[in-house]
């Protein structure tokens, strides 16, 4: 490229499209590319018009969403360099690693963002031949993982992996190396179980030390994470003095793992626990009122001519007076009371530290929303329901008591007239 014969100083397009590395002007509030140089296109394989139509997050693989861009935009304007390991996506499919410098600066009243960005594919792979074999090993172990750590017990001191980092959206120049840092990162809920799991493993309880928890992001957010290590070095008098470990994003897999229980623990129609979901709970406060010597009542709900419905107007009306039966039902329950699917058209109530005189006061609650429900809109005329009532400790200690003598109830309240409610009979200890 010819340079201008006159005397002036090359302009500043031309200074920067000779640069070597990309530079980038960014919108801080959008993300926007506003403009870049030749490098930072044709690094890329793009035309000039077509990265204009990108932004950080669209180019950056390693940014999620606005509101972590919000974040490192903060983190730009206070300091006077920012500095972001990362990765810059190719036209075609992949990406390269990059360092980029990024500072900001006002002009006519609004703020930019100017980013530089430097390739460093090259530089990587020279590290790594230059390393000594445990140095390698070390890199290829932190280059499998999401993250590596290596805690100094005595002082606190913790080294966080430039992987870690950029895992919860940090640059490499940011989380303080200290063990407040993780500490202070951890989910409430599992910071006890994870300490203890830790201090096991100092003590010599555990070989090592393992655990899944949850740990805070840039964003507030959360990520689910796997986190394995061990005592690598100790002092003199055999305390440890350094423990390593590696960290693993696990998020995708939890969830997963969340929907699949989900999907077990209800039923598919109501959305309502299933059965099985439900004889864990009911077993568990069974335990609960025989150890405090509170009262606990049990209730089989079942839908009157239920049958009739199903022959009338077939079985996906059926399916549709299930659900609208299961949402009064729930709605008209207390928080502390659980409901589930038995079966057909029977469903379970658990009333955990209720006495009979609550009991009537809440079936009769449940009558009347049935009576008032407008059923108009599955095309079908009111539906009641009938409800059979055993309490723990007067009719039984047991589930298997208290779920025959319910149900015995139900039997009789629709042999007697339908839409009320019968209390089970007599005490099951009663020869």
């Known amino acids: 490229m010819n340079l201008p ?15 070597a590395d990309a530079a980038y002007l960014i919108d801080p509030k ?21 990265i204009l139509n990108h932004s950080v997050l669209s180019l950056q693989k390693d940014l999620q ?44 009243g609004q703020t930019y963002c100017l980013s530089v960005a430097r390739n460093i594919n090259k530089r990587l792979a020279m590290e790594q031949e230059l390393q000594s074999r445990n140095h390698r090993i070390w890199f290829a172990l ?19 992996s430039p992987q870690l980092k950029r895992m919860l959206g940090y640059g490499p120049d940011e989380m303080k190396p200290e063990v407040n840092t993780w500490i202070h990162n951890i989910h409430p809920d599992d910071l006890d179980r994870v300490a ?15 655990a899944e928890y949850r740990l805070k992001n840039r964003n507030g957010h959360y990520l689910w994470v796997h986190d394995k290590g061990k005592i ?13 470990g590696m960290v693993e994003n696990i998020s995708e897999r939890k969830q997963l793992q969340f929907q699949l229980e989900e999907l077990a623990a209800n039923d598919v129609l109501t959305q309502l626990p299933n059965r099985r979901e439900g004889e864990i709970q009911v077993h568990q406060q069974l335990e609960v009122s025989k150890r405090s010597g509170r009262p606990m009542c ?51 109530i658990l009333f955990p530290d209720t006495d009979l005189e609550q009991i009537e006061y809440i079936t009769d609650k449940i009558h009347k929303v049935f009576s008032d429900a407008d059923w108009s809109g599955i095309n ?52």
């Open 5 to 19: 014969s006159t005397p002036h100083e090359p302009t500043l397009e031309i200074l920067f499209d000779n640069m």
């Open 30 to 50: 959008t993300s926007n590319i506003i403009w870049c140089n030749r490098a930072g296109y044709e690094d890329l394989g793009f035309e000039k018009n077509e």
């Open 65 to 108: 969403g606005l509101p972590q861009w919000d974040e490192v935009v903060k983190a730009i304007i206070n300091c006077e360099t920012f500095t972001f390991i990362g990765r810059h996506a190719l036209k075609e499919g992949g990406d390269i690693a990059v360092e980029v410098n990024t500072t900001h600066f006002e002009h006519q």
């Open 142 to 160: 932190n280059e499998a993982t999401d993250g590596m750590w290596e805690w100094e017990v005595e002082t606190g001191h913790v080294f966080f």
């Open 196 to 210: 203890q799991i830790l201090e096991d493993h100092l003590q010599g309880k555990l070989s090592s030390y393992e």
């Open 232 to 244: 690598c070095e100790r002092d003199e008098q055999g305390n440890p003095t350094y423990v390593v």
């Open 298 to 348: 049990l209730a089989v709900v079942d839908f009157d001519d239920f049958k009739r419905i199903n022959d009338l107007y077939g079985h996906q009306k059926g399916d549709e007076v299930l659900v609208f039966g299961a949402q009064l039902l729930r709605s008209t329950l207390r928080k502390s009371d659980f409901v589930y699917r038995w079966g057909g058209e029977e469903f379970v």
């Open 380 to 431: 079908i005329p009111a539906l009641t329901v009938s409800i059979g009532i055993a309490c723990c400790p007067n009719h039984g200690e047991d589930f298997e008591t208290l779920i025959k003598q319910a149900d015995t109830a139900v039997y009789t309240a629709k042999e007697q007239g339908r839409n009320q409610t019968i209390f089970a009979a007599s005490p099951a200890n009663t020869n």
